[in-house]
């Protein structure tokens, strides 16, 4: 049972807009920022967003965070089949831990 | 250009103790928390703990603590995560990443632990 709660899955066709939450607590989410990971089939995890809405150079502006209260999302505008990932949110919980969500496996149709 | 280069794939028995690596270059090793991440056949990412090579400053996940030792050795610019006694459900993916302001920047390639008898 992860501590951020997360869909185990979403899909969407080719150009379409897909949003995925994450839900958490006050220790987490409310009080931190939230950090977003992508990982491809069979690969290590890469920073997608982190601090909510921010993207590292080289991720496309097609990804894009967002937080509100306890709860935050990510949103992919455009999907490509290359989205094609599982994809975890993150933060940083005031009992001194990071925690991660169950992770949501996208699936491009 | 950072860098995190893991050791390599192990197969222990269980029991056995292990120690595995995580070598960060292009950067200033002493200067950023490198943290630890399990991810189990087929399941996610677990938040395992995190240490600070300038001064061995390191925190736990309660789920790992007293499971695993992280540990650094900054004249080498190298982090470990060690078990003095590995258990099948040990079986898994580490990753080793480098943190800033809170979350995990740049990401080693992983090593597969296998515990098997």
């Known amino acids: 049972q992860s501590v951020l709660t997360q869909p185990p899955s979403a899909s969407g066709t080719p150009g379409q807009r897909v949003t995925i939450s994450c839900s958490g607590s006050?220790?987490?989410?409310?009080?931190?920022?939230v950090n977003w990971y992508q990982q491809l089939p069979g690969t290590a995890p890469k920073l997608l967003i982190y601090?909510?809405?921010q993207r590292p150079s080289g991720v496309p502006d097609r990804f894009s965070g967002s937080k509100s209260g306890t709860s935050a999302s990510l949103a992919i505008s455009g999907l490509q089949s290359e989205d094609e990932a599982d994809y975890y949110c993150?933060?940083?919980?005031?009992?001194?831990?990071?925690?991660f969500g169950g992770g949501t496996k996208l699936t491009v149709l | 250009e950072v860098q995190l280069v893991q050791s390599g794939a192990e197969v222990k028995k269980p029991g056995e103790s292990l120690k595995i690596s995580c070598k960060g270059s292009g950067y200033s090793f002493t200067s950023y928390w490198i943290g630890w991440v399990r991810q189990m056949p087929g399941k996610g990412l677990e938040w395992m703990g995190i240490i600070y090579p300038g001064d061995s400053d390191t925190r736990y996940s309660p789920s790992f603590q007293g499971q695993v030792t992280i540990s650094a050795d900054k004249s080498i610019s190298t982090a470990y995560l060690q078990w003095s006694s590995l258990k099948a459900s040990d079986t898994a993916m580490y990753y080793c990443?480098?943190?800033?302001?809170?979350?995990?920047?740049?990401w080693g390639q992983g090593t597969l632990v296998t515990v098997s008898s």
């Open positions: 993150a933060a940083w919980d005031d009992s001194l831990k990071g925690v």
């Open positions: 601090s909510n809405n």
């Open positions: 990443a480098r943190r800033r302001r809170g979350y995990f920047q740049h």
């Open positions: 006050s220790s987490n989410i409310g009080s931190n920022t």
